[in-house]
């Protein structure tokens, strides 16, 4: 963690073991090359959501699979489809994992900084899990700060996907 933040205990859940993470977000459709090279080495990325743009999803996440050599967990954003034609389920809202004892969860809607007010539905999940850490997306602007014990990291939109909201 980065000075300054104090993030609470690490909790004593299931966990994965130390492993080196990597983030995305916001591809919305596109695979970049030189953002997987950037990935390579990690045995974790975690994708806060848009991967795809109403389609397209599980595309993108096999070409960086296949370009950074990791296994990859995706949540949807607001422009993935959230069913396939069946009406299951093809990417999650949020997902909660600990690695190396942190409670991380992952979704794509959170706050834009600090000072902004966080999201309802991201206020419940803060609530009902009580991360350490938050890896989210949304607002295309790489940002990190911590705040009440917690780490938010938004690592910006991915590549060619880059575009100022």
Known sequence: MGTGCHCRSRNKL???????VGLLSDTHGAYDPVAAECLRGVQLVLHAGDVGN???????????????CAAILAVAGNVDDKLDA??????PDHRL???AGWK???????APGPQAKVDT?????????????????????????????????????AGEALVPL
């Open 86 to 91: 069946g009406g299951h389920q093809m990417l």
């Open 54 to 68: 109403h389609g397209g999803h599980e595309g993108v996440l096999q070409l960086y699979a296949k370009g950074t």
């Open 97 to 99: 994992v600990t690695i």
């Open 104 to 110: 991380i969860l992952l979704t794509h809607v959170v």
């Open 14 to 20: 299931v966990d994965i073991g130390p492993v080196k």
């Open 121 to 157: 539905s991201a206020a419940r999940l803060l609530q009902l899990h009580q991360p350490d850490i938050v890896v989210f997306g949304h607002s295309h602007k790489a940002t990190s700060w911590c705040e009440g014990g917690v780490h938010y990291i938004n690592p910006g939109s």
